[in-house]
T-cell receptor, first 115, second 114 residues
Framework: DSGVTQTPKHLITATGQRVTLRCSPRSGDLSVYWYQQSLDQGLQFLIQYYNGEERAKGNILERFSAQQFPDLHSELNLSSLELGDSALYFC??????????????FGPGTRLLVL | SQKIEQNSEALNIQEGKTATLTCNYTNYSPAYLQWYRQDPGRGPVFLLLIRENEKEKRKERLKVTFDTTLKQSLFHITASQPADSATYLCALASSYNQGGKLIFGQGTELSVKP
């Protein structure tokens, strides 16, 4: 158990809908990262927040947005969902800003299926 | 464009042998490289980190090498066990101020037979 929690575990929704994925980092970690994993694209970095502020951005679609709250939990919002958004979404956390120099602790993931 | 390639085919080895996994990259100058293990349906688990100025790193039965000239990292598991069966991911990070951005390879599936 990494100490990172994600809810929900599974999500089934329809095209055009909007969903919110939630992540609670390990106790004491200030950085939260979001990744998308699909069979054809592998594990793709979406965005990082550090202590409430956006720190780094990957190839995150404009339909997707994220935020980190004062209690450090984070939410990833996916809107106007398309079939291709079906994937595993992982949240990870680390103590500081330089995640590349640190271990990133991954949560169990949210499996999203868009029908 | 930047590209990371890992052994595309699954690796099948006998218990007790050494497994060697490869991570090659192009059009990228990573300062740090990490290896993760991922079991089906679960999140990746960090194994080892190696910096560009380090040639080799070891942790118990694991060994990682990093050759910036060849643009390659090798990941070795010695005395492999069936419990080592999993997908192994390499991830690269730039030395520039990019926060925690990691670029992951597609992963290599390792199967250790008893």
């Amino acid at each position: 158990d990494s100490g990172v929690t994600q809810t929900p575990k599974h999500l089934i929704t329809a095209t055009g809908q909007r969903v919110t994925l939630r992540c609670s980092p390990r106790s004491g970690d200030l950085s939260v990262y979001w990744y998308q994993q699909s069979l054809d694209q592998g594990l793709q970095f979406l965005i990082q927040y550090y202590n409430g502020e956006e720190r780094a951005k990957g190839n995150i679609l404009e339909r997707f947005s994220a935020q980190q709250f004062p209690d450090l939990h984070s939410e990833l919002n996916l809107s106007s969902l398309e079939l291709g958004d079906s994937a595993l979404y992982f949240c990870a956390s680390s103590p500081g800003t330089s995640g590349s120099l640190e271990t990133q602790y991954f949560g169990p993931g949210t499996r999203l299926l868009v029908l | 464009s930047q590209k990371i390639e890992q052994n595309s085919e699954a690796l099948n080895i006998q218990e007790g042998k050494t497994a060697t996994l490869t991570c090659n990259y192009t059009n990228y100058s990573p300062a740090y490289l990490q290896w993760y293990r991922q079991d089906p349906g679960r999140g990746p688990v960090f194994l080892l980190l190696i910096r560009e100025n380090e040639k080799e790193k070891r942790k118990e039965r694991l060994k990682v090498t990093f050759d910036t000239t060849l643009k390659q990292s090798l990941f070795h598991i010695t005395a492999s066990q069936p419990a080592d069966s999993a997908t192994y991911l390499c991830a690269l990070a730039s030395s520039y101020n990019q926060g925690g951005k990691l670029i992951f390879g597609q992963g290599t599936e390792l199967s250790v037979k008893p």
